[in-house]
């Protein structure tokens, strides 16, 4: 089950030209494709006469012909020519989902259109400003549900054992866990005082000696995750502390799109507060997150058979806090989603 009226992800912006092409999110077909002035269309992939997908079909300017018989469907969705003498049907039209293009991603409405209020998008600090470096990579598919990399990325001790080659530290394993339950998502975070850097941190933290470390762990419904680490030299850290000048922050951006119940497809990026400049550093950081990301769909893609094929329960542990609410209140708020699509149906 999924919650219908928020903004999903549904491609970097370049990904989506003036060629048709099919996109699935929340288990719907959607083509997409730009207009000839570049404006971006997501219409319902499937020609409502006999369900040839439009993205088999051809674009014609700004419309879409069906490649079976020629049902042509503009921007928005409704059919402007049909074979035969008999007009068009008003039935003749299919569903067109609102789009909004931003940090270079096209993110989709997939709820109610009139809803659809881009100022609702993921809000990044920090994105435009010249002083912060970005280094990104391309979209993963995940052969898991979109809630289990929510709970990974609602879960900073995942790193001490998945992550030992770049997250990790003896710190990791058994500092003790915050959790902090928002508006809009669930937090769980922790300082680790005065431990070396991970190997990944290192290579690029511009101090020597020990550390103190945040782990910000964030996740805002549906499925979109902010993490946050931040590195200051030992002495200097804690949810008290000056932070050092030359303390490193890096703000990785997670999106989630749940491609259907047991898929999901992943966009993230990473902002820096050093050298925003510095192409070498860009390649380094993104390979090397590239690598940590493997191996989390490692995991994960076993965790989804073991917990589809269980013959025996799961726990639960209390380190599992932030990743139970998150999933209690999403649940909530998408039962309460469908009482009101029941009654405005009614």
Not at 276 to 292: F, G, I, N, T, Y
Request: aromatic fraction near 10%.
């Amino acid at each position: 089950m999924f919650l219908k009226n928020a903004w999903y992800v549904a491609a970097w912006d370049h990904d989506i030209t003036r060629d048709l092409q099919q996109i699935m999110v929340l288990g719907e077909k959607i083509c997409v494709f730009r207009s000839e002035v570049g404006a971006l269309v997501a219409l319902e992939d499937a020609c409502p006469h006999r369900k040839l997908p439009l993205s088999k079909g051809r674009i014609k300017g700004d419309t879409v012909e069906c490649g079976y018989h020629g049902l042509t469907f503009n921007c928005v969705g409704q059919c402007v020519w049909a074979p035969g003498s008999g007009g068009i049907p008003s039935n003749a039209k299919v569903h067109a989902y609102p789009l909004h293009e931003k940090y270079g991603l096209v993110w989709i409405w997939m709820g109610n259109p009139a809803l659809a209020d881009p100022a609702d998008i993921f809000e990044i600090e920090n994105y435009d400003n010249p002083a912060w470096g970005i280094n990104r990579g391309a979209a993963m598919e995940l052969d898991c549900n979109y809630l289990l990399m929510c709970d990974n990325l609602l879960d900073p001790t995942h790193v001490a054992w998945v992550h030992q080659s770049s997250f990790a530290a003896d710190a990791t394993k058994d500092t003790p866990l915050r959790i902090t339950k928002t508006e809009n998502g669930v937090i769980v975070h922790r300082w680790m005082m005065d431990h070396e850097p991970a190997p990944f941190y290192r290579k690029v933290v511009e101090f020597e000696g020990n550390c103190d470390r945040l782990q910000h762990y964030e996740v805002r419904y549906p499925s979109h995750a902010l993490i946050k680490a931040v590195f200051t030299p030992a002495g200097t850290g804690g949810p008290d502390g000056s932070l050092h000048e030359n303390t490193f922050i890096m703000d990785s951006y997670n999106f989630m799109t749940p491609t259907d119940e047991g898929r999901t497809r992943y966009y993230w990026f990473q902002l820096r507060n050093i050298r925003p400049d510095d192409d070498e550093l860009s390649r380094m950081m993104s390979e090397d997150v590239q690598h940590a990301f493997e191996e989390d769909r490692d995991v994960l893609n076993e965790v989804q058979k073991g917990m589809s094929n269980k013959t025996s329960p799961h726990i639960d542990l209390p380190i599992d806090g932030g990743q139970l609410r998150f999933r209690r209140q999403l649940q909530a708020m998408i039962n309460e989603e469908r009482q009101v699509d029941r009654q405005m149906a009614e």
